[in-house]
């Protein structure tokens, strides 16, 4: 009986975990960075693609998905534009930005999202993660992401729509 309990108890944990709140909503472009450029060297990105990605403009939108409990998340760039349709914990397929397949993962936990990148055609690439905060004002996306030791962060500022 005790058991039942607990797996009850559990399943009801797991069924209310956190949703995304809606002040993650909306689309932010990229304003500043801090420690962008340490960070993309220490990644071995050289030089000269270096300046070109600072200066590529990128805007983020973080929406509810079609279905219940589901998100959209798009990054739009010059580059290329990605839209993932995902639930939060459940892994799926997608293009990573480099154009092959990834398992990427979303989740979110003490007011951070996380999204989670492994490289399906690339095992040996360390799997990446990017983290997202609100600013206390809402008006800011904080994208944060740690690479060999180094940390970098990203501001992108609310758009009007
Ligand atoms: C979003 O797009 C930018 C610019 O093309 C790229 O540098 C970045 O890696 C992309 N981020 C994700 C999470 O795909």
């Not at 839209?83 to 979110?108: A, C, M, Q, R, V």
């Not at 983290?131 to 962060?153: A, F, P, V, W």
């Amino acid at each position: 009986m005790r058991a039942i309990g607990l797996v009850l108890f559990f399943c009801a944990v797991y069924i209310m975990a956190d949703p995304i709140p809606d002040s993650f909503f909306g689309r932010f472009k990229v304003d500043r960075s801090e420690n962008f450029d340490e960070f993309l060297s220490a990644k071995g990105v050289g030089f000269l693609t270096r300046q070109i990605i600072k200066l590529a403009s990128v805007t983020k939108v973080f929406a509810k998905g079609p279905a219940e409990g589901s998100y959209t998340f798009e990054n739009l760039s010059s580059k290329k534009n990605v839209k993932y349709d995902f639930k939060l914990g459940e892994p799926f397929t997608g293009e990573g930005l480099d154009s092959t397949k990834h398992e990427i993962t979303f989740n979110f936990k003490d007011g951070e999202v996380t999204e989670h990148h492994k490289r399906l055609d690339n095992p040996e690439f360390t799997p990446e993660t990017y983290h997202y905060t609100m600013s206390d004002d809402n008006k800011e996306l904080i994208m944060r992401m740690t690479n060999n030791g180094i940390t970098c962060k990203r501001f992108f500022k609310r758009q009007d729509s």
